[in-house]
């Protein structure tokens, strides 16, 4: 499968904990996108990187909140002392992201996190 | 700020009845409209539209954008019970690749 690979699939943890999740875009895309899903809502944007760089940041990423992609390949977003609102669907998706292209995005399934 | 508003917000219909989806949208300097299905995992690309009065096509599915009016349709004929999901949409502006999606519309398709 070179789809979008995330994991884990599941995360509960109790409020105050950090959790880290990690996304695999699909190998020959070199932009990498992060979107948090709530319930009845559509993906909202939280970050973008083009290879190794992050070029954009939602006003939603909290300080809590970072994230990496160190060697323009796979990501890391990191949530530290996790709050019950970061309770969520945390999906990543990948384009491939060459000048002028389109700006098709693959999602991946998802890392949907709980937080006691 | 871009805003998507889809409508309506969900929809029952019987097998082999045609649905149309709407969106329309806000955004800065237009660069894409974009359609998605989700089912109980995450978002599948359906259609990209760029220009205004092309449909695109696949299988049962249609999609067209008119960029003076500011929306798109997303058409499903002859629905089947596999069709029932939600449908996003989503668009980008130039200068940007995130996408401002809306809050989808949940079609459920009945036997």
């Known amino acids: 499968d070179t789809g979008v690979s995330q994991d884990p699939r599941h995360k509960i943890t109790k409020r105050g904990q950090n959790v880290t999740f990690r996304c695999d875009p699909i190998?020959?895309?070199?932009?990498l996108y992060w979107y948090r899903q709530t319930l009845g809502q559509g993906p909202e944007f939280l970050t973008y990187f083009q290879n190794e760089a992050q070029l954009e940041k939602s006003r939603l990423l909290s300080d809590r909140f970072s994230a990496e992609r160190p060697k323009g390949s796979f990501s890391t977003l990191e949530i530290q002392r996790t709050e019950q609102g970061d309770s969520a669907m945390y999906l990543c998706a990948s384009s491939l992201g060459t000048s002028g292209s389109r700006n098709e995005q693959f999602f991946g399934p998802g890392t949907r996190l709980t937080v006691l | 700020e871009d805003k998507v508003v889809q409508s309506p917000l969900s929809l029952v219909v019987h097998e082999g009845d045609t649905v149309t989806l709407n969106c329309s949208y806000e955004?800065?300097?237009?660069?894409?409209l974009l359609w998605y299905k989700q089912e109980k995992k995450a978002p599948t690309f359906l259609f990209m539209l760029?220009?205004?009065?092309i449909e695109k096509k696949s299988g049962r599915l249609s999609s067209i954008l008119d960029k003076k009016e500011l929306f798109s349709i997303l058409n499903i004929t002859a629905t089947q019970t596999g069709d029932s999901a939600i449908y996003l949409c989503a668009v980008s502006g130039a200068g940007s690749y995130q996408l401002t999606f809306g809050k989808g519309t949940k079609l459920s398709v009945i036997p």
């Open positions: 955004v800065t300097n237009f660069r894409s």
């Open positions: 190998s020959e895309h070199n932009r």
């Open positions: 760029t220009s205004s009065g």
